[in-house]
């Protein structure tokens, strides 16, 4: 049902006219002359995540790694071609660059199958390590009032601007001049009678995409029809808390209701598929697996992303709100952060108290490092695997409720490919879920439970 896919990718490096110089630790330094097509490196035992940082940070790609490899890099020369020098740099590990017309190309980092390189590396962000440490937005604040207190006048006091509101939690985002200002602003607001809590927004980066498959005989859309629900007390509606999704023509439209977003309009890729229209594949599939031909469950496509390469936490949470006001009574997050924000704590905690189960994506960091939402108790966080056996990038803790297999087919332009991640893992079970609610008429939180109650599907803490 969900096929272990492998393929290679071979492609010639697209050029950048740009002399990019980085210093890694103590005197190491990598050097990549794009205009030239020369690189220069002096590396000694310095960890491979940390390498591939500096690569991403020279050239500009996207960088894609296999959350399992544990490696040292120590090599030393002089003006390579950029082929000789990814394979000076990598040793016997594979890897493929795969170019793309609109946007930054992408180099993927495995040691088998290019399906596992799932973990992405930021610039500057892994210091030598693995570690996903939060990122805050720096000169933005979350700001929540005490009734009566008004935001733009405390936004004209320290001259912020007002980027975002949830009137229900009368929380407000607030961006500053800069980080200086924020830091300020944020000892006067703690001691302001008119505040009741002040908080730091955390990046929310965009999961794993969809790869393309040059495989035949790949299997077809799932067929599900639509019926409508036999009473409005039957009704579900999946609210996927995601990138845009948008009509696209396909077999997925009719579960498709009318979209939101809380971040602005998208830019979508013609080219390719994104990750919100993946995640709703994988809901529909969920859902087919516990329907008998039909189903009446829909899905509402919540954006927090929009022409940004990143969310961030206030963004997430005014998307559930925004989801749970247009009627869902499943919450799916195929998404998530190291940040800890207790605005999105609290508005999961109320979406909890009214019955509505909430499904978070464990992470893809093969750790058991506490990833938000899903770390949060009330959260049903979702882990990738089969039998026990964790995919290699996943991430394992003790508040992990559920294992579902983190890879299936998705499909866009007539063209199959596979997306893998904790991401799927939780779609595929807000789908289950969402299935047995709508075809036993019974509530979402009611069809949640007996999920965790399925032997089958159940996490033990440390496999």
């Known amino acids: 049902m969900f096929p272990a896919m492998r393929f290679f990718v071979r492609c010639s490096l697209i050029l950048w006219l740009l002399l990019a110089t980085i210093s890694l630790p103590a005197k190491d330094v990598l050097t990549w002359q794009t205009d030239r097509d020369r690189v220069t490196a002096d590396i000694q035992a310095t960890d491979l995540f940390r390498v591939l940082e500096g690569v991403a940070k020279v050239t500009g790609w996207n960088v894609f790694v296999e959350s399992n490899l544990n490696a040292n890099v120590s090599v030393k020369f002089t003006e390579l071609s950029s082929g000789d020098a990814l394979r000076r740099l990598l040793g016997d590990l594979n890897y493929a660059f795969v170019p793309q017309t609109n946007g930054h190309a992408r180099l993927f980092v495995f040691r088998t199958v290019r399906a596992n390189a799932t973990l992405v590396v930021r610039p500057g962000d892994l210091a030598g390590a693995r570690e996903n440490l939060a990122r805050k937005i720096p000169n933005e604040l979350v700001v929540r009032l005490k009734p009566g207190a008004n935001i733009d006048e405390i936004a004209r006091r320290f001259g912020a601007k007002v980027l975002g509101k949830i009137d229900g939690l009368n929380a407000y985002r607030l961006q500053f001049a800069d980080e200086a200002a924020a830091d300020a602003a944020r000892a006067q607001l703690s001691a302001s009678p008119d505040v009741a809590s002040v908080e730091n927004n955390f990046v929310v980066d965009q999961p794993p995409l969809p790869q393309k498959l040059d495989l035949a005989g790949a299997p077809g ?36 209701l009318k979209s939101l977003s809380v971040a602005g309009d998208a830019n979508f890729d013609p080219a390719a598929p994104t990750h919100g229209p993946s995640m709703l594949q994988n809901i529909v599939l969920g859902a087919s697996s516990t329907s008998k031909g039909s189903s009446s469950m829909q899905v509402l496509s919540v954006d927090v992303y929009g022409p940004n390469e990143t969310a961030n936490t206030f963004n997430v949470a005014a998307g559930i709100a925004a989801a749970i006001n247009n009627g869902a009574n499943i919450i799916n997050l195929s998404l998530g952060s190291p940040g800890d924000s207790q605005l999105l704590h609290d508005i999961i905690q109320q979406v909890k108290q009214k019955g509505i189960p909430v499904f978070a994506a464990a992470g893809n960091n093969a750790s058991p490092q506490p990833f938000y939402p899903a770390a949060y108790p009330e959260v049903i966080s979702v882990t ?13 803790a003790d508040y992990i409720k559920l294992e579902v297999p983190g890879s299936a087919v998705v499909y866009f332009n007539n063209n199959a490919y596979v ?38 599907l159940q996490f033990k803490p440390g496999q």
Do not use: H, M
């Open 221 to 256: 859309p799932v067929s599900l029809k639509l019926d409508p629900p036999s009473s409005e007390a039957c009704r579900v509606i999946v609210g996927l808390i995601d990138t845009a999704v948008k009509p696209s023509g396909g077999v997925f439209d009719k579960f498709l």
């Open 419 to 456: 997306v893998n991640g904790t991401s799927t893992a939780s779609a595929l079970s807000s789908g289950l879920a969402a299935g047995a609610a709508a075809a036993n008429c019974i509530g979402t939180g009611a069809a949640a439970n007996g999920l965790l109650n399925t032997s089958a």
């Open 384 to 396: 990738a695997g089969r039998n026990g056996q964790l995919a290699p990038y996943a991430n394992f």
